[in-house]
């Protein structure tokens, strides 16, 4: 869920050009992997004094992307939902006719809810129903509203504990509660591999921005080969996949005369937040029952599921997997050309529904394009998981445990949804039909194409939302100006 | 959104069920409820299995008084089809040359409402009406009766079957207010829904025949023998398995496209070469390449701003082939009319307004929202109005007409593609209002975002061709660039000009463009007796 190959070395593919990484969050070009411990703090405003946010900014200081990650032993990263703007001063109006749509709707709108699979029926909730979001009107309403996302990241335990708590008692002061926590952490295993809960290596595909807006070497249009996107797609006012500013809300201030648009996008971008829980046990005896069908063993058919090895090597075909680079696992491959027919990593494994790169092209001509249309559905993931790791006997239920999904996007309908709609959960995904993601998708077969003939398996649920919203990170500008107004 | 999303929701209960159900819902009734004569009997049976698809809709101007009443009666109607279980099931066997079926009534803010019927079924006309007829008669006759007469020869007919306790049918009258396509494409040309609801029969069968083979048996087989063995499993249940099923396109069909297609380009250069034709007969041969080369003169003039600032989209054309056309057009002299248009069309381009921020009418969007996604499928349906002038007039007939028939002989394009997207199972473009307005059909798999942004990444050209005649679309260069790549911008439009479907009936909802080509390929396969090893590895990949 990190931005580095492994969290191995915490290098940076890319950097934002100085003039726009000082307006900029350091969340946006940074995992903060030298700070393998994190705090996220759901903020509830209802309550809020005027000078809130200037309040938070003093205890918890917003890391800027201009910032020397060595020099810092703390960083912090904040966001704001739909309701959160209208604790910090602008009204429900301005905000629905200056954001996008999905944003102030909200994830828990019914219509929405059905698209993105968060439904009872799916059997894909955790709990009876969703715990939080910022409650709009016209959504389905959570016991929590959360107005703010306040992500702490420190170097250990303790530090995170204290600061979170230096926090805490600062925001009650002026009004503002902490509706839940999430303690996030990398925990690095000794070879330097961060895994998620089912013991996968995490994070290792990412896109890589390029134009005008980034440092260095993919200033220009010097894009990676296969992972390269237009910085828009991740900030506002930056040039987008559709060869346009990514546009970003732009808010009427002024009286008459003196009314302008100020553009509160500016350098900011959208950001997805979904608390999903991992079950642990649920997945390896549902791997063990369905492996013993195809007399394979558990692991086998994990990384089947997943599409790569638990180190993070694509599976090739003849049970085989892709050479290491230097830096990790090679990630500069498209499906096409290794394994068009998925005998190695299968056609509906994860990571090819949630990236299918080329592989969707009908044809050797058509793998270009296939790519560049794959590439306008991309994001930049900054999750953590939290909760503790499973220990060998333990039930599900006793501890919880999961992923805080956290992905950067300028357009949430194009990137977001349409990642989860079209491809996740799609039944007919590729040349599939009626089977969905087997790894978050809800309980269904999963075809693992072999020769001379296909294997199919039942796999059930392992991976269930428990609450999540859209939210806005802004650049620097911006939150001094709403911080001003707030 | 219950009232709205009705006919939706137990459609997926219908898709989501297990195979047996569907299986039910598939089997055309082997005994309608009216005695039909032998011959009209056999007609249906003949249209039920034909390999050609009818596409077309029916556009009613309504009474405005009317709207209201018309709108609660569509209600009405998709109540009682889709109360049944599964839903549609009636009207899915009554029917059973239909594909898809929406009824729309389109607000419009320069019309009075419009109420179009969009039908894609098998076979001709005529018999489908009459079936349709003979279902849902008595609601199509009060849906006329809230349409406003006709002020054409058609005038008495309506009159004949509208007024009270009118009995004659409708039939003849939808087919004379029928309007073709100016340009239509189809996901699987050629496979009537016959064939379709047989090949997912089979499809189901095999699949549980293969889920119920303990895997031993499968362990050293070679495909071929996976074939064989699968071949003698299903030939018990399916006897048709043993005869060749009918080419999905006729030889007629084919060399029809084909004279059409050489037919319109013959027009064209027809059109064209006129100016040189009149030359050729007045002035002395030698005069006219000169005056053509002189004419092009002023065009180039205009068009070097383009030629400059076109960059990587206009690849200005190099080949000794390209090169030479045009050389030969030029002797000719219809390469300074080309140029003529070109320069012509740059300038309308150029000046048109795009409307950036269409209205939104907030209660159309969450009608939209509520009815969308609820199956594999969705529907989309749209009117814009047509920009003004003559040479838009003859662009847009001219485009659409061309593209069309360029888009039945392609074999890709036969084969159900558009670039490399294969979505669709239905979609046209219409001109209506005498030209002053375009509708735009599309029956699609996946989401509607998705379905646009695969225009916008794939096959943006044809679009932006068959849609640049509207207004406000997008900028536009040289009718095929830009357009639909401005997405955000083309989305928002097209957004605009929909309206809710009011009725929509899919014939078999679960069923993506590429899952029927599946089971089609499956079929196929096990109608042969053997296949060579390649080929038969390729075909179990698709088990």
């Known amino acids: 869920m990190d931005g580095t190959a492994l969290g191995r070395a915490p290098k940076q593919h890319w950097a934002l050009a100085p003039g726009i990484a000082r307006d900029t969050q350091g969340f946006v070009v940074s995992a903060f992997a030298h700070l393998p411990v994190a705090v996220a703090l759901f903020l509830d405003a209802s309550g809020s004094e005027r000078g809130w946010l ?10 800027t992307a201009a910032d020397k990650e060595a020099n810092r032993t703390r960083s912090a990263a904040i966001a704001f939902t739909a309701t959160g703007l209208e604790r910090l001063g602008l009204d ?26 968060d439904l009872s029926d799916h059997g894909l909730l955790h709990g009876e129903a969703p715990r939080w979001s910022c409650n709009p009107p016209g ?4 016991t929590l509203t959360v107005h703010a996302l306040l992500v702490l990241y420190a170097r250990d335990d303790q530090d995170a504990q204290d600061w979170a708590r230096q926090v805490t008692e600062a925001l009650q002061d002026v009004g503002v509660q902490v509706a839940c926590r999430l303690p996030l952490s990398l925990r690095f295993d000794p070879d330097h591999v961060a895994r998620e809960h089912f013991g996968f290596a995490d994070g290792i595909s990412q896109p890589i921005p390029y134009g005008p807006g980034v440092a260095g070497h993919h200033a220009g249009q010097a894009r990676d080969p296969w ?11 930056h040039s987008n996949a559709h060869d346009e500013p990514a546009p970003g809300p732009l808010i009427p201030v002024g009286e008459r005369e003196n009314s302008d648009l100020f553009d509160l996008g500016r350098n900011g971008s959208y950001l997805v937040v979904r608390e999903l829980h991992q079950y642990v046990e649920a997945f390896w005896d549902s791997m063990r029952a369905a492996a013993a069908e195809l007399r394979k063993d558990a692991v086998w058919l994990a990384e089947r599921v997943v599409g790569r090895e638990r180190d993070g090597d694509l599976l090739l075909p003849g049970n085989r997997q892709m050479a290491r680079t230097a830096q990790g696992p090679d990630n500069a491959f498209g499906f096409f050309g290794t394994d068009r027919h998925g005998l190695g990593c299968p056609i509906g494994s994860h990571v090819r529904r949630a990236n299918p790169r080329d592989g969707l092209a009908p044809d050797a001509a058509a793998c270009a394009d296939a790519l560049e249309s794959a590439n306008n559905h991309r994001l930049l993931r900054r999750g953590r998981k939290f909760g503790p790791d499973f220990e060998e006997g333990e039930r599900d239920g006793e501890r919880e445990r999961g992923l805080l999904f956290m992905a950067l996007n300028t357009d949430i309908t194009r990137q977001f949804e349409f990642i989860q709609q079209t491809w996740v959960l799609n039944k007919a995904f590729a040349t599939l039909q009626g089977e969905t993601d087997p790894l978050c998708g809800p309980a269904g077969p999963f075809t693992v194409p072999d020769r001379p003939l296909r294997w199919k398996v039942d796999v059930k649920t392992f991976v269930r939302f428990a609450g999540g919203e859209y939210f806005f990170l802004p650049g620097i500008g911006a939150l001094d100006w709403l911080q001003e107004r707030g | 959104m219950s009232s709205q999303s009705a006919e939706l929701t137990p459609s997926l209960a219908r898709g989501a069920e297990a195979a047996p159900g569907s299986i039910a819902a598939f089997r055309p009734g082997t005994a309608p409820a009216r005695a039909a004569p032998t011959a009209a009997r056999a007609r249906d049976e003949a249209a039920r299995h034909a390999t050609r698809q009818t596409i077309l809709s029916v556009v009613l101007e309504v009474e405005p008084k009317r709207a209201e009443i018309l709108r609660r009666k569509l209600d009405a109607l998709r109540e009682e089809e889709s109360g049944t279980h599964p839903p549609f099931n009636e009207l899915c066997r009554e029917v059973p040359v239909l594909h898809f079926l929406s009824v729309t009534i389109f607000p419009d803010d320069h019309h009075d409402p419009v109420l179009v019927i969009e039908a894609n079924f098998d076979g001709p006309p005529a018999p489908f009406w009459e079936m349709l007829e003979t279902h849902i008669g008595p609601h199509l006759r009060d849906m006329l009766r809230c349409c406003k007469p006709p002020r054409d020869a058609d005038a008495a007919l309506f009159q004949a079957i509208t007024r009270d306790g009118a009995t004659a049918p409708l039939a ?18 050629g496979l009537s829904r016959a064939r379709i609801e047989q090949e997912t029969v089979l499809f189901d069968a095999v699949q549980e025949r293969l889920r119920r083979e303990p895997r031993a048996t499968f362990a050293g087989m070679t495909a071929q023998q996976i074939h064989a063995w699968l071949r003698a499993e299903m030939r018990r249940e399916f006897p048709w398995l043993d005869s060749a099923g009918p080419p999905r396109i006729a030889d007629a069909e084919h060399y029809g496209d084909w004279a059409r297609l050489l037919g319109f380009a013959g027009l064209v ?34 068009l070097r701003r383009e030629l400059r600032e076109a960059g990587p989209t206009v690849q200005v054309p190099r080949s000794p082939a ?13 390469l300074p009319v080309l140029l003529a248009l070109l320069a012509r069309i740059r300038r309308l381009e150029r000046c048109d307004p795009p409307q950036d921020a269409p209205p939104v009418d907030e209660a159309e969007v969450a009608r939209m929202s509520a009815r969308e996604d609820r199956l594999t ?25 061309g593209l069309g028939l360029l888009l039945r002989v392609r074999p890709r394009a036969r084969a159900g593609y558009l670039a490399s997207m294969r979505t669709i199972h239905f979609a046209h473009w219409a001109l209506i209002s005498n030209g002053g307005r375009l509708m735009f059909f599309s029956n699609f798999d996946g989401t509607w975002e998705s379905y646009l942004d695969d225009f916008i990444e794939k096959a943006h050209n044809g679009l932006t061709l068959a849609w640049s005649s509207g207004v406000g679309f997008p900028p536009t260069r040289f009718l095929w660039f830009e357009g639909a790549t401005h997405g955000r911008r083309f989305k928002a439009w097209a957004r605009s000009s929909m309206a809710a479907s009011n009725l929509w009936f899919s014939a078999y909802p679960t069923l993506t463009v590429e899952q029927i080509e599946r089971q089609h390929a499956i079929a196929e396969g096990l109608r042969k007796a053997g296949m060579e090893a390649e080929e038969a590895e390729a075909w179990t990949a698709r088990l």
């Not at chain 1, 006719?97 to 698209?115: I, K, L, N, Q, V």
């Not at chain 2, 390209?322 to 219809?334: R, S």
């Open chain 1, 139 to 142: 959504a389905d309403a959570t």
């Open chain 1, 92 to 117: 429900r109006r301005t905000v629905q006719a200056s954001f996008e749509r999905p944003f102030w709707e909200g994830m828990h709108h019914p219509d929405r809810r059905r698209r993105l699979g």
């Open chain 2, 322 to 334: 390209i090169l030479g056309a045009a050389a030969v057009l030029l002797v000719l002299g219809i």
């Open chain 1, 54 to 63: 200037r309040a938070l900014r003093q205890v918890a200081p917003v890391t």
């Open chain 2, 172 to 189: 003849p009258y939808l087919a004379k207010r029928a309007t073709l396509p100016a340009i239509s494409h189809q996901g699987n040309r």
């Open chain 2, 377 to 401: 499928q969705n529907h989309m349906g749209s009117v814009v109005l047509v920009k003004p002038g003559v040479l838009r007039a003859i662009v847009i007939r001219a485009g659409l007409r």
């Open chain 1, 227 to 237: 992972h390269g996107v237009p910085l828009g797609e991740f900030l506002f006012g």
């Open chain 2, 269 to 302: 250069l027809l059109g064209l070469g006129l100016p040189a034709i009149l030359a050729w007969a007045l002035l002395p041969w030698w005069s006219v390449p000169v005056l053509s080369l002189l004419a092009c003169l002023p065009s180039l003039v205009l």
